[in-house]
Nanobody
Framework: QVHLVESGGRSVQAGGSLRLSCAAS????????VGWFRQAPGKKREGVAG???????MYADSVKGRFTILRDNAENTLYLKMNDLIPEDTAMYYC?????????????????????WGQGTQVTVSS
């Protein structure tokens, strides 16, 4: 059975940093398009960071230069390192995975493109 379990979300002051984790079981992240979405209250879920099978990373413009997506192949875990957090980063963050090679730029990601999701972890950034 496939599971993705996120952790690491919490409340933090603007300018602070967080590292989110997404542990996968029953599923190899190495052979998948993987990444992070976020959803703020009243807004649609949007892709923010992704990684292709070959390790290529991609980011939404809103987080470029502040967020880094990392994959630990030995631990089968995906990370999202977030620096210089701003209140607009406040959202529920979800990791997602979809097997296979197709992995378009994160700006074009849609929820229906990914069949495997974690339960989400809340990030709240206060000013």
């Amino acid at each position: 059975q496939v599971h993705l379990v996120e952790s690491g979300g919490r409340s933090v002051q603007a300018g602070g940093s967080l590292r989110l984790s997404c542990a996968a079981s029953g599923y190899s992240l190495v052979s998948s398009c993987v990444g992070w979405f976020r959803q703020a209250p009243g807004k649609k879920r949007e892709g923010v960071a992704g990684m292709r099978i070959d390790g290529t990373t991609m980011y939404a413009d809103s987080v470029k230069g502040r967020f880094t997506i990392l994959r630990d192949n030995a631990e089968n875990t995906l990370y999202l390192k977030m620096n210089d957090l701003i209140p607009e980063d406040t959202a529920m963050y979800y990791c997602a995975a979809e097997p296979g090679g197709g992995c378009p730029p994160v700006q074009f990601w849609q929820v229906i493109d990914f069949r495997t999701w974690g339960q989400g972890t809340q990030v709240t950034v206060s000013s």
